[in-house]
């Protein structure tokens, strides 16, 4: 277990993630997952061939927070499509690619990984220092505490 979770819990506050363990995730196991898997701003942090880079995801985030910022009024509604998901699959490569490829719902979502697909070290023995997940979760988050 690389313990990405374990990071953001002490990093992070509570309002700004939600960690939900388990190997299938399904909106009858995690109802709260209905929002987030039919929102057009949701995004899974996984490398392929489809996935944006960091920095265009960074571009969309900011182009829409100066939109919102522009707005006079924000209804809930406003709100709820402004809101972005971003679902780390925290694990050994055989688990996150499990977990990715047995849930047809996280292939809907948009794809974000690192520009540099080096940084993905899919083998922890080669280089043990390296957290898959850690970086690109410092530039999603670290701009938007």
Known sequence: MLRTTRILETCLSEDKFEILRGRKFIV????QLEEVYNSSNSYVLY??????????FKRTIIS????????VTTSDADYKK???HVIVIDGTWPQASGIFFTNQQL???????NLNHD???LDPSKNPTKNPHLNPII??????Q
């Open 82 to 84: 402004d809101k972005f």
């Open 64 to 71: 829409q927070n100066e939109e919102k910022e522009n707005k």
């Open 47 to 56: 490398p392929s061939s489809n996935s944006i880079s960091l920095d265009e």
């Open 28 to 31: 009858p196991k995690f109802p």
């Open 119 to 121: 940084d993905y070290c």
């Open 107 to 113: 292939h809907k979502l948009k794809q974000v990984t």
């Open 139 to 144: 530039v999603i988050f670290g701009g938007n």
